[in-house]
């Protein structure tokens, strides 16, 4: 099956810098990668996807780029703001729909 | 109003109860998703569900089960067999199996006792 890797575990940015995030997956299947936001004690929400025949995906202050070659796909968000602040959950989807282990961010103000 | 709702928010039972937890949609998505969410371990799959009447084992099935009677419906059932069941679930719904956004329920916090 399918295993998401997602690194690093915690992530402290000063206002205004980037924040990268990267997720390597082992199932070459694989082909949809969301990108989940998880405030606290809410429902994790999507902010941001990437399909495996597209490279590089950019939405305002957020983008993702994939590597299928190397299974691995990042999350960059620029000019970083409080509210940014915040779990990060990369995924992977062959048949089903597995999850890293999140990214706590925190912006300083 | 449309969307996947989990209930209740707050769960509370004893050591050695079966407890079933609910999830609603009304999306007319065809698959569902349980997950449980622990600090530090993202979301793990309990079990999926790809049409109705037919649902398949995640990575840590183990102690609980699922029915798929209603295309809307996904009740999650926490087992006394599970050695550890206080957590945070999350139910998710999604049009199909492939490259189509998941939506998330609130979420239920099952604290045993």
């Known amino acids: 099956g399918e295993n998401v890797e997602q690194h690093p575990s915690t992530l402290s940015v000063q206002e205004g810098d980037s924040a990268v995030i990267k997720c390597t997956y082992s199932d070459s299947a694989s082909n949809y990668f969301p990108w989940y936001k998880q405030e606290l004690g809410k429902r994790p929400q999507l902010i941001i996807d990437i399909r495996s025949n597209v490279g590089e995906k950019k939405d305002q202050r957020i983008a993702v780029t994939l590597n299928k070659t190397a299974k691995h796909f990042s999350l960059h968000i620029t000019e970083t703001q409080p509210e940014d602040s915040a779990v990060y959950f990369c995924?992977?989807?062959?048949?089903?729909?597995?999850f890293g282990a999140g990214t706590t961010v925190t912006v300083r103000a | 109003d449309g969307g996947i709702t989990q209930s209740p928010k707050y769960l509370f039972r004893k050591e050695g109860q079966n407890v079933t937890l609910s999830c609603e949609q009304n999306l007319n998505h065809d698959a569902m998703y349980w997950y449980r969410q622990d600090p530090g371990q993202g979301l793990r799959l309990i079990y999926y569900s790809q049409i109705v009447n037919d649902f398949q084992k995640g990575d840590i099935a183990e102690g609980y089960s699922v029915s798929r009677e209603k295309k809307e419906s996904f009740p999650l059932t926490v087992t006394s067999a599970q050695k550890n069941p206080t957590a945070f679930y999350l139910c998710?719904?999604?049009?199909?199996?492939?490259?189509?956004?998941?939506?998330f329920g609130q979420g239920t916090r099952l604290t045993v006792v």
């Open positions: 998710a719904s999604k049009i199909g199996t492939a490259n189509t956004e998941a939506f």
């Open positions: 995924a992977a989807n062959d048949y089903k729909l597995s």
